[in-house]
């Protein structure tokens, strides 16, 4: 799987469910697209939780008086 923003990834998961909710979509592909889905959002989910960390380690060297690397 090529490697996406947050954003792009959210978006691709979006498309998933959406094909996901055809009635006329073969179990199989269902299955695939499913798990598909799943990784973009586990994905998205990791790179939402390294902004967070690097958010609060921000704020914690401001706190700290630290000077912040930019």
Do not use: N
């Amino acid at each position: 799987m090529e490697k996406y923003d947050f954003e792009t990834k959210v978006e691709a998961a979006k498309k998933i469910m959406e094909k996901l909710m055809d009635p006329e979509i073969p179990l199989e592909e269902s299955v695939k697209l499913y798990r598909e889905g799943m990784a973009l959002l586990k994905e998205a989910g990791e790179i939402l939780e390294k902004a967070k960390i690097e958010v609060e380690t921000i704020e914690k060297e401001e706190i700290d008086g630290e000077e912040v690397p930019v």
